[in-house]
Nanobody
Framework: QVQVVESGGGLVQPGGSLRLSCAAS????????MGWYVQGPGPDRDMVARISSDGSANYANSVKGRFTISRDNAKNTVYLQMNSLKPEDTAVYYC????????????WGQGTQVSVSS
């Protein structure tokens, strides 16, 4: 069965750093795009960062220059290095594994809490 499990969240002071990890199993990891999302005010989640199966990365404007997404296909793991954290970064961060070919398919993790506070 497919599992997507986040870790690494916690409480940090403004200006601090965290590294989130997301380990996926039960999928061909190298074929999947991976991303980090936060819950918006409505039902939709907002993309923070994503990295494609070929390694191309995209970021929300609010985190550009501060966050870095990377993946280690040998470990079936995607990371989010979060630097210069701000209180507005506080959220539950969800990991998603997705593919569109040969068919549309995606899996969500349960999330990990990031709290940035003095």
């Amino acid at each position: 069965q497919v599992q997507v499990v986040e870790s690494g969240g916690g409480l940090v002071q403004p200006g601090g750093s965290l590294r989130l990890s997301c380990a996926a199993s039960g999928i061909i990891f190298s074929d999947y795009d991976m991303g980090w999302y936060v819950q918006g005010p409505g039902p939709d989640r907002d993309m923070v960062a994503r990295i494609s199966s070929d390694g191309s990365a995209n970021y929300a404007n609010s985190v550009k220059g501060r966050f870095t997404i990377s993946r280690d296909n040998a470990k079936n793991t995607v990371y989010l290095q979060m630097n210069s954290l701000k209180p507005e970064d506080t959220a539950v961060y969800y990991c998603r594994a997705s593919q569109s070919r040969p068919y549309l398919n995606w899996y969500w993790g349960q999330g990990t809490q990031v709290s940035v506070s003095s």
